[in-house]
Nanobody, 124 residues
Framework: HVQLVESGGGLVQADGSLRLSCAAS????????MGWFRQAPGKEREGVAA???????TYTYAVQGRFTISKDSAKNTLYLQMNILKPGDTAMYYC???????????????????WGKGTQVTVS
């Protein structure tokens, strides 16, 4: 059973920074695609960033140049560094694992199999 636990969310002023973490248990994050998603009230859950087994990342256009996805295989932890935060970034953020793909990672919600419970990010 894969467990993903997010942390690091909070309240921050516009132009500030936060670093989200996602700790994985019983699952090696460096072998498959991992992603960060977010969902604002009344909106669909959207893919923010994804990283493959080689460390290559993709981002949705709205966060390019501001967010960085990374992973620490030794700690089995996924990160999302968020800089120059905007009120439009306010959402619940989720990490997710795609157990079938290691490359050509998607940011589509349907391709991911396991999800954390989320961490709230609020930008004022």
């Amino acid at each position: 059973h894969v467990q993903l636990v997010e942390s690091g969310g909070g309240l921050v002023q516009a132009d500030g920074s936060l670093r989200l973490s996602c700790a994985a248990s019983t699952y090696a994050i460096n072998t498959r695609c991992m992603g960060w998603f977010r969902q604002a009230p009344g909106k669909e859950r959207e893919g923010v960033a994804a990283i493959d087994n080689a460390g290559s990342a993709t981002y949705t256009y709205a966060v390019q140049g501001r967010f960085t996805i990374s992973k620490d295989s030794a700690k089995n932890t996924l990160y999302l560094q968020m800089n120059i935060l905007k009120p439009g970034d306010t959402a619940m953020y989720y990490c997710a694992a795609d157990v079938t793909r290691g490359a050509a990672c998607s940011r589509e919600r349907v391709t991911y199999d396991y999800w954390g419970k989320g961490t709230q990010v609020t930008v004022s």
